[in-house]
């Protein structure tokens, strides 16, 4: 079992009293991560649960946390993007950005999310077999997209690597599980 706890980082400093923290464990084939959202969450956009989650495009425009696989040493790798609303998506690129396509593997993505008056706990486990092999060396970076009810819009990461805030970057890639 590899497990790795985290803390992210915005880009840009931010007018928030918010920390990301987490941890990502792969035992086996099955890879969880966990991210605690502290702070002034009256202050932040959450996508409130309304519905059944559905896989969804665009998550990234509100809060939404997100990771990213990629098998070592090779050029393509996996987004996850996951909402504090319980919807979803999985992206597959072959190289950088490029061809952005849905991950069609994975028919849904269950998550469980908790929130109590000053957090929010997001937690996923699921099953790596249909997209890697066990004995794959990965590498990962967490992300988290953060909108304010203000409108802005910070993004967070284990490490910044490019002049903008760019979560493809292979460099970003820091956890090797």
């Excluded at 991560?33 to 956009?45: A, F, P, Q």
Aim: aromatic share 14%; proline share 5%.
């Amino acid at each position: 079992m590899k497990k790795q706890t985290f803390s992210l980082q915005p880009f840009q400093p931010t007018k928030t009293d918010l920390q990301i923290t987490g941890e990502i464990t792969r035992d086996n084939n099955i890879l969880t991560v966990h991210y605690r959202l502290k702070g002034d969450l009256e202050k932040i956009e959450i996508p409130a649960v309304e519905k059944l989650p559905i896989r969804k495009n665009e998550l990234w425009e509100t809060t939404c946390f997100e990771f990213f696989v990629g098998i070592n040493d090779a050029p393509f790798y996996w987004e996850f993007n996951l909402s504090p609303s319980g919807d979803w998506n999985i992206y597959y690129f072959e190289k950088y950005r490029q061809p952005m396509q849905l991950e069609d593997r994975f028919e849904s993505l269950p998550f469980n999310i908790l929130r109590d008056s000053n957090a929010l706990y997001l937690g996923v486990e699921l099953n790596l077999d249909c997209l890697v092999s066990i004995i794959e060396n990965l590498d990962v970076s967490i992300t988290t997209v953060i909108k304010s009810k203000e409108g802005d819009i910070s993004y967070w990461a284990l490490k910044h690597c490019g002049e903008e805030a760019d979560f493809h970057l292979r460099d970003s890639f820091v956890f090797a599980l």
